[in-house]
């Protein structure tokens, strides 16, 4: 079947704009996961759902940072305000029921000039 | 604090041979080991993972050893092939499911 999909594969954007990231899981699965990853560096929780709501955001990195998923299956990770330091590969992964492995998306790569 | 850490950044191994790639991590209440392989400008593929009750399990050319009581495990490919050449990650989660990953390893084998 169909793998975590991810949208835009990049993203170039200026300091200081909006940027909004896609995730579709893996039908079925209800757990979805936000990662980032910086070079040279494996990557970093930003945030769990499972279903609808957020059940561990404490890996975004400020208030600049939101994610949603309203439906309990896409979720869409926003950015206002945009960094430099904000450049990173956006990971998105799911999982069935929480349960421990997880099957991640092949990304997507935001550069902020 | 890096919680997981793998210590070699690079490896490098004969074709059929075997590799063996070790990761450490610090944190006791991680009970779910996992590896991940990467090539480049794709997402982390999972190959194997172990449960913290286990201290080995396989799949075809994968083994994953755990050793608990030194926190470390490791996995073992063989025999390597070119296809292996990638970033190997370590990861680990405990009762929240959030994983924590290594720096990674590049495996490079030769033909």
């Known amino acids: 079947g169909a793998g975590v999909s991810q949208t835009p594969s990049n993203k170039v954007t200026e300091k200081g704009k909006y940027v909004e990231l896609r995730c579709d899981p893996i039908?079925?699965?209800?757990?979805l996961y936000w990662y980032r990853q910086s070079l040279g560096q494996g990557p970093e929780f930003l945030i769990y759902f499972q279903g609808t709501g957020a059940a561990d955001d404490s890996g975004l990195p400020n208030d600049r940072f939101f994610a949603v998923r309203p439906e309990g299956s896409v979720s869409t990770l926003k950015i206002q305000r945009t960094e430099r330091g904000d450049s990173a590969v956006y990971l998105c992964?799911?999982?069935?029921?929480?349960?421990?492995?997880?099957?991640f998306g092949p990304g997507t790569r935001l550069l902020v000039l | 604090d890096q919680q997981v850490k793998q210590n070699s950044p690079s490896l490098s191994v004969q074709e059929g041979r075997i590799s063996i790639l070790n990761c450490d991590y610090t944190?006791?209440?991680?009970?779910?080991f996992l590896w991940y392989k990467k090539y480049p400008a794709e997402g982390p593929t999972f190959l194997i993972s172990?449960?913290?009750?286990?201290d080995k399990n396989e799949d075809g050319r994968f083994t994953v050893f755990l050793n608990k009581s030194a926190k470390h495990l490791s996995l073992h490919i063989v025999p390597s092939q070119p296809g292996d050449s990638a970033v190997y990650f370590c990861a680990a989660s405990g009762s929240n499911y959030k994983l924590t990953f290594g720096k990674g390893t590049l495996l490079t084998v030769n033909p």
């Open positions: 172990i449960s913290s009750i286990k």
């Open positions: 992964a799911s999982s069935y029921k929480g349960t421990e492995t997880q099957y």
């Open positions: 039908s079925g699965h209800t757990a």
């Open positions: 944190n006791s209440m991680f009970d779910y």
